[in-house]
C-alpha cells in the first residue's frame, strides 16, 4: 500500500513536470517540449545548420529560467553548452548560437518570448589572391633613412605635407591626381612617391576585422593591439590576410595613415571564413571600445574596416550596424571579388542605403580588376593590385596580396587622415562618405558604379 502511494506520487511529479513546459493541446496530448523535439531529431539524423536565436527585449529572465521554457534542465543545458556550436553572445542583443535542424528551429522560433532566428551564415574574407613575395624586387626599407619622410609643403591653415619616396604604387595613387605614369616601374616594388599630411591619423583608433594582426611586426612601431578574438583566446593570424590589411591601413613603411592606433578583432579563421555570429560581436566589442575611448585624452574617432562578404541577410548583422554608425563610426568593406553586382552580396548591398563605404578594386592603370564586384553598390574603387604589406609570421617581412580587401583598407587610411583635418566629419559617416566621393578622382574603366578612385585630398600635384 505504501509503495503503491509512492509510486503515484512520482508519476504526478512526471506529470505536473510536463506541464511546466507545455499546455496540453486540444487533442489533449501534451505537445512535445523543444528538448524533445531535438532529441528526436537528432535520433533520425536530420541535417543541422547554426542559428542565433535572439530573445525579445522583454525577457528579462535568468538564462536558466529560459531553458528551463524548452525543457532543458540544468544538466542538460550543460549538456547544450558543450556542443561545439553552441555560443552565449555577448552582443547587442541577448542571444546564442546553436545548430538546431529544421523543426527544432521552428519550434524554437515559435515560443513568445523569442525576437527570431537567423541562419548564422559563414562569410569568407574577401577571395584574395596572394601574390608570391619571394620573386620581388622590394628592397625592406631597413635604414634610418628609410623613414624620413621629408616635409615638402608647408601652408598656414594647411597640414604639414610629408613625402615617402620608398612608396607601393597605391600609396602613390591615392596621393595623385592622375594614372600613374609607371616610367618601367612594376607594381611589386617600392619605388613610388607618397605624399600625405604629417599628423597621419594620429589619435584615431582602426578596428581590423579580419584573420587576426601580427601586432609584433615592426612596422606597426607597438601602435596595434589585440582587442577580440572569436577563436578561444587564439589571435594569431594564420592566413595572413588581417596582416597584410592592417599594415595598409596604419603601417609605417606600407601604410597610408602611419600614426593611427591599430585594433585586431580576430573573426576569420585560418582559412579565412567566419560567422555572422563573429561579427556580431566583434562589433559590440568596438561599439564598447569607442564609448570608453570616447572620454580619453587626444582621441579623435573610430574606423572599422572589415572585408567580408556572403549571401544571405542577417537582421541581427543589420542592427549591430546600425548600432555603429549611431555611435559614429566609420565602416569600410570590400565590394568582393567574384566580378558579380556587389547588390546581390550581404552586407555590400546595405551600403545603398546606410553609411557603409563599400570599395572595388582598381589596378595601376585604373582599370576595375577583373575579379572586383561592381554596380551601385560600389562607393568608390580603391588601389588593391599587388599591394605590399605587413607579413603575419615574419616581423620584418611582407606579404603581397591582391583584392577588393586591399582597396579597402586604403579608404580606411584616408579617412584616419581626414578626420583630423575635417574635424566636422569625425563622427558623422554619412557625411563623411560623401565627402569621399565628391574628393575622389579619375575614372576606372570597366566599372558601373562608384566609377572614382579614392584620394587623400592633399590638394598638391604629385607626380608619383
Ligand atoms: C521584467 O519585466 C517585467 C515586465 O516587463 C517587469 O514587471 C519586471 O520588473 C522586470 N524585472 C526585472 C528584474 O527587471
Ligand atoms: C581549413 O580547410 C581545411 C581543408 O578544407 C580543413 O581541413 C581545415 O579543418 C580547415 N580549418 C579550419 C580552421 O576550419
Ligand atoms: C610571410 O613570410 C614568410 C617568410 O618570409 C613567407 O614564407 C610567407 O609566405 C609570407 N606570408 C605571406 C602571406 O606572404
Ligand atoms: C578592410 O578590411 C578588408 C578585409 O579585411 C580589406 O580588404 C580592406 O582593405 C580594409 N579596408 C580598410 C579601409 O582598411
Redesign the pocket.
Known sequence: MKSFSLVSISLLLAAATEFVYSAPTARGRAPESIKQIRRRGLEKGERTERYIVVLKEAENRTWGEVFNDMGYDPTDVEDLKATPDFRMLKAFSRSFTLAMHNKEKEGVAALSNIAYVQKDHIRFGAGVRIEDSRFNSVIKPKSKNAYRFPTIARRDGQPNIQTQNNAGWSLGRISSKHTINKNGRDVNTLNFRYTFDAPCGSGVDVYVLDSGVNVNHVEFQGRAKNLFTAFNGDFRDEFGHGSNVAGIVGSRAYGVSKKVNILSLRVL???N?GSDSNFIEALQAVVTNHNKRKTEKGFVGSVVNFSIGGRGDNDLLEKAFQQVFAAGIHVTNSAMNANEDACTWHPQRYSQNSPMITVGNADIDDKKAADSNFGACVTLHGPGEFIISANNTDNEGISIFSGTSQASPGVAGVIADLMLRFPKLRSNPQAMKEFLVKTAGGNVAGATGGNKILNNVINFDNDP
Open positions: 579563421d585560418a582559412n571564413s
